[in-house]
């Protein structure tokens, strides 16, 4: 019988389960979206080209790892090196005397700037030419000596430039004249330059380090045969040890090659795996949450048709194996529907991605059945839960007594959601508050977890919201007249019905306040830090990978210039806790006594003039100090760009790190440990008197600079930053535009509940306009407090993250605070209006008979 009552339900009732369908689409699209992403970030790979001939790559590991003991188990955390991590040179020599390999090449590589003749090119060693394959050979000339280079053919052709040629070009490790002794074919390379071995060592601006060395097999050695050796010889993969940063070698075989050549891959997998995992926990958390919801709202309206079952000798087993087989009718079929839609959010996200540098282009988006397979499951599991919860006690109830339930609502919630309510009230309030004493990574990483506890309460305590709203808003809307009286009247008599609507404006509000102030706090705060402290009358940049190395020095023998401080960006790692965390660090060459003339970064305690006293030495941010717990003369352990472990001594904290850089380094700590070692820009502070237009055009007649203005310091500014931000944003709009959805769905189905009483209403003489009215007033009152309950979650969510993230208080743009209340009234304003316009086209003796 149950299983012929579902079907007849859904086939013959198709409007009742269409709200429901809704919000299980909307809610599988989410979870398939995320689910995509994180199956992309756990399986990217790219297929190796330069390294495609070659069968085993030695590498060094391009991740920072800790262990740490959980019960019985070890866990690893690990958190890709900034930089690109490089190993031993001296490796090579070992691996080539081993029995099975034939060659052992090392391989690195280093920028050249476009000079003279030159067009921007890839310096290499000598020894790397034949590393792509047979086809890499000199096809012109000799091999490089100590003061010559040679170029590969097709760019010297294009540049018309033949062996015997003379050129100017600049490395990492300086600028010299090359005399160009011989042409080469090269494949998979690009534009290239190789030196003599020596030389090449020397300009990479990291002697005695290499990118990774190609190891070839002796006949009739297998890849399997050649791995094993070159493991043993290099003591297994170091990879995995506690702390592995730099020299931790790794040997590649496969497609695991590729990640050689593309060391930015390991950042990109972390990315997808945050999205897809992090914010996808939390994004199916919301869906869950707003498909039970919904089909709780569903099966609440339908009541009396419970009752009436109840009625005719339906038993309570009967009537909730009928909710369970309706569920598995809709929620499958529904979920299937949402799996297009997701998939094609997961790939506008991925291509977006791509599109901002922050995952290679060769990466494929990887569609596979588990994510559709959970979002299937995830949404039949929350329908038939929801269902279960909303029909128990209808149907445990005697047939007259569900008959009068149905007609009228409940007077209370009962005790142990409303003891459920206040234990997750309890629970937000008191993350918030364990939030206050975090730094910033650990308060942001709370952020919506405080907002999902507040969320859960909202839904659990709704009901009592909802009468207090209706009380404290009560007086005000009878103001309005008939129709404001008749709006605070059903307000106060049917709670239940204006929390289910009042719900989802909270949960747009609180995620959409919370991630969308974040970001404008950071970008404000940011721009603040870098009005106030980027002091520098003139900001030099590069035009090319870099300023050459000595620029800062010829700056500063400009007519007219006062200091001159370079400032090389990277990037350290440091333990947060039980995680690890990365932080942009500035590299300062030059006097650092001279740095307070170009930044003013508001030292708290110590002096910048003791930074690169001893090459030990770093000043930290004031958030960064507070993380490690740190003061003036205390060590704190870092990571390096590329994942070299060190322990400076702190000289100085200072306050405005935020878009400047959260530490500061002596350029010569750093150089070394970079992907390039060129300057990212150059301060520069004019003298007294000085003609500063003069300064500015000597300061653009140096090698590769272009000259701005401070503004244009944050021409290179953080990209992890910038894709942050970006990312908060999107997931506000996935949230947020899911959430709104869901909020509208939910209030036409509670008005198109209300054929009944619109009917009664229209019957006892109130008018069209009167209705409408009405509805407008509930509509407003449903949208003012779910702004502010929304507002006050996000601003107890916010206080603490923004201290500890950006060191200030929330800052809430108007042009940011205005649409998102002016778009929650409107939507409920179009979400009720709409519904009720189409029941007042119909007769009243017509709804009422429609809704019996």
């Known amino acids: 019988m149950t299983n012929g009552l579902a079907r007849s339900s859904v086939r013959f009732r198709p409007a009742s389960f269409a709200g429901t369908l809704v919000a299980l689409l909307l809610g599988a699209a989410v979870v398939v979206a995320c689910g995509v992403l994180l199956q992309t970030g756990l399986t990217a790979s790219l297929k190796p080209a330069r390294y495609a001939d070659t069968p085993v790559v030695v590498a060094a590991d391009q991740a920072v790892k800790i262990q740490r003991k959980v019960g019985t188990d070890t866990e690893t955390t690990e958190e890709a090196t900034p930089e690109r991590a490089r190993t031993d040179a ?245 979920a299937a529907l949402g799996i297009l839609p997701g998939i094609a959010l997961a790939r506008w996200w991925f291509d977006q991605l791509v599109e901002r540098g922050a995952v290679p282009a060769d990466v494929r988006l990887d569609v596979g059945p588990l994510p559709m397979l959970a979002a299937v499951l995830a949404c039949t599991l929350a329908a038939l839960t929801a269902g279960f919860l909303a029909a128990r006690r209808p149907s445990r109830m005697r047939a007259a007594q569900a008959l009068g339930e149905a007609a009228v609502e409940a007077p209370r919630p009962g005790a142990v959601r409303t003891v459920l309510g206040l234990v997750f009230a309890a629970g937000g309030i008191a993350a918030a508050a364990i939030a206050t004493s975090l730094d910033g990574a650990k ?164 002096a910048l003039a003791d930074l690169g006293r001893a090459p030990d030495t770093v000043a930290l941010s004031s958030t960064l100090a507070e993380a490690f717990g740190a003061k003036v003369g205390d060590r704190v352990p870092l990571w390096l760009g590329d994942g070299t472990a060190v322990r400076p001594a702190v000289v100085a904290v200072y306050d405005r790190g935020l878009g400047v850089g959260q530490a500061l380094l002596p350029r010569a700590a750093v150089a070394a440990h970079v992907t390039a070692g060129y300057d990212s820009q150059v301060l520069v502070a004019d003298a007294p008197g000085a003609d500063r237009a003069a300064v500015a055009a000597g300061l653009g007649g140096l090698a590769g600079a272009a000259v701005t203005d401070r503004a244009g310091f944050v021409a290179q500014s953080d990209k992890a930053m910038e894709v942050n931000g970006w990312a908060n944003t999107v997931m506000a709009a996935v949230l947020g535009g899911f959430a709104a959805v869901s909020a509208a769905n939910t209030l036409v189905m509670t008005v198109l509940d209300r054929r009944r009483e619109v009917a009664l209403l229209r019957l006892a003489g109130t008018t069209r306009r009167q209705v409408r009215g009405m509805m407008r007033w509930e509509a407003l009152l449903v949208a003012s407090t779910g702004l502010v309950v929304g507002a006050v979650i996000a601003a107890v969510t916010l206080v603490p993250v923004a201290r500890g993230v950006a060191n200030s208080a929330p800052y809430v743009p108007p042009m940011l605070a205005l649409p998102l209340a002016a778009g929650a009234v409107l939507l409920c304003l179009a979400a009720t209006g709409v519904p009720v316009r189409a029941l007042l086209r119909t007769r009243p003796a017509g709804l009422g008979a429609a809704r019996q």
């Open 443 to 606: 308060a942001a990483q709370t952020a919506l977890g405080v907002v999902m506890c507040f969320m859960m309460a909202v839904a659990l305590l709704g009901p009592w919201l909802a009468r207090v709203a209706a009380a404290v808003l009560g007086a005000p809307l009878r103001a309005g007249g008939a129709p404001g009286s008749l709006a605070a009247d059903n307000t106060r008599a049917n709670a239940r019905r204006l929390a289910s609507a009042i719900t989802p404006i909270v949960l747009v509000t609180a995620f959409c306040g919370t991630l969308l102030i974040i970001q404008s706090t950071v970008r404000h705060t940011s721009g603040e830090n870098v009005r106030a402290g980027v002091t520098a009358d003139h900001v030099v940049g590069a035009t090319g990978p870099g300023l050459p190395a000595g620029t800062a020095e010829r700056a500063g023998r400009v007519s007219g210039v006062d200091t001159a401080v370079g400032v090389l960006r990277t990037g350290v790692v440091y333990r947060n806790g039980d995680q690890l965390s990365s932080a942009p660090v500035l590299g300062v060459d030059g006097d650092p006594a001279r740095l307070p003339k170009v930044l003013d970064l508001g030292v708290r305690s110590g």
């Open 90 to 334: 001296a490796l090579a020599g070992r691996l080539a005397a081993l029995p099975g390999v034939a060659a052992a090449r090392p391989d690195t590589a280093f920028p050249l700037p476009a000079s003279g003749r030159a067009p921007a090119l890839t310096g290499r060693g000598f020894a790397a030419l034949g590393i792509a394959g047979p086809g890499d050979t000199l096809v012109e000339g000799r091999a490089p000596g100590a003061n010559e280079v040679v170029l590969d053919a097709d760019t010297a052709r294009a540049a018309h430039i033949a062996p015997g040629a003379n050129l100017t070009l600049t490395a990492p490790g300086g600028t010299a004249d090359y005399r160009v002794s011989g042409l080469a074919a090269a494949q998979q390379a690009g534009p290239t330059a190789w030196f003599a071995d020596a030389t090449a060592d020397r300009l990479s601006g990291h002697p005695g380090r290499i990118d990774a060395i190609a190891v070839q097999p002796r006949v009739g050695v297998t890849t399997a045969a050649l791995a094993a050796q070159v493991r043993q010889a290099v003591g297994g993969d170091a990879g995995a040890g506690a702390g592995a940063g730099a020299g931790a070698v790794k040997v590649l075989t496969g497609d695991d090659r590729g990640a050689v050549e593309h060391p930015d891959l390991g950042g990109a997998r972390t990315l997808l795996m945050a999205l897809g995992g992090s914010f996808g926990g939390y994004a199916t958390m919301t869906a869950v949450f707003v498909v039970m919801s919904t089909v709780a709202l569903a099966t609440g309206q339908r009541a009396r048709e419970f009752a009436l079952l109840r009625a005719i000798g339906a038993t309570p087993r009967q009537i909730r194996r009928t909710i369970a087989a309706e569920a598995m009718l809709v929620a499958p079929l529904a």
